[in-house]
């Protein structure tokens, strides 16, 4: 028998065929390609929002300032003190306007426009003028002439006052000479708000003080005369 009459025979029908089926997948498997490239650039898209969005939020939460929160509750119209403050860190947004916390000294004594709530923010919008004056404080003026008090006195400056005692007869004795004299003068602490050099009239100086609500009647029981100012600090001190 001869040797071709055994060969396995490889047909050109056979190959056409499988020529043809890869042909016949070609075009299906492009088409999936296509139908795949949009979501994978959705997917990108979405990838970038994400990082981007964090990137954002991330900014957003490190970019915090230290503000002025209520600390404890505070009814309308009382005064604010620095137990009712408290510093929080809070993120800046320029549309809120709050009250940064190096502001504490310029916000302790001014009064709550609306009840303040244990944790609120606070704004300038919350803040009313300040109490005046200070709880524990009263103003007082006192007429004195050349002599019981230092030239040159302006508001803002710190005195002592010295309210002599009175002598037998009813008459002050002199700050100046009411130690030597054994009584000596009670001494007071104020702060000058005023001098009305025109005074009352009379040749003395009209000077408004502040001091504490204690001392108030030992100076309004100060006889004529009988009160000496003499400057401790100077204005702004």
Do not use: H
Not at 10 to 32: S, Y
Not at 132 to 153: H, N, R
Not at 170 to 198: H, K
């Amino acid at each position: 028998m001869a040797l071709d009459s055994v060969r396995p025979k490889t047909g050109l029908g056979d190959r056409a065929a499988a020529a043809a089926g890869r042909a016949g997948r070609g075009p299906w498997r492009a088409a999936r390609r296509r139908r795949r490239l949009p979501f994978v650039a959705l997917g990108g898209l979405l990838v970038i929002v994400c990082v981007l969005a964090y990137a954002y939020g991330a900014a957003q939460l490190g970019d915090r300032v230290q503000v002025l929160a209520v600390a404890r509750p505070v009814a309308a119209g009382q005064p604010i003190t620095a137990a009712d403050l408290k510093q929080v860190s809070a993120a800046r947004d320029p549309g809120v306007r709050l009250v940064p916390a190096a502001q504490a000294v310029e916000v302790v004594g001014r009064t709550a426009v609306v009840p303040l709530v244990a944790g609120a923010l606070l704004t300038p919008e919350l803040l009313g003028d300040a109490a005046f004056p200070p709880g524990g404080q009263v103003t007082a003026s006192v007429a004195v002439k050349p002599g019981q008090y230092p030239q040159g006195l302006a508001a803002g400056a710190k005195v002592s006052v010295y309210v002599s005692a009175v002598q037998d007869g009813g008459q002050p004795a002199p700050a100046a000479s009411s130690t030597a004299s054994g009584s000596t003068p009670a001494r007071l602490s104020a702060v000058v708000l005023g001098v009305d050099l025109a005074g009352d009239g009379q040749g003395s100086t009209v000077i408004t003080l502040l001091l504490a609500a204690s001392d108030a009647p030992q100076l309004a029981a100060a006889p004529a005369g009988g009160v000496v100012l003499m400057q401790t600090s100077p204005v702004g001190s």
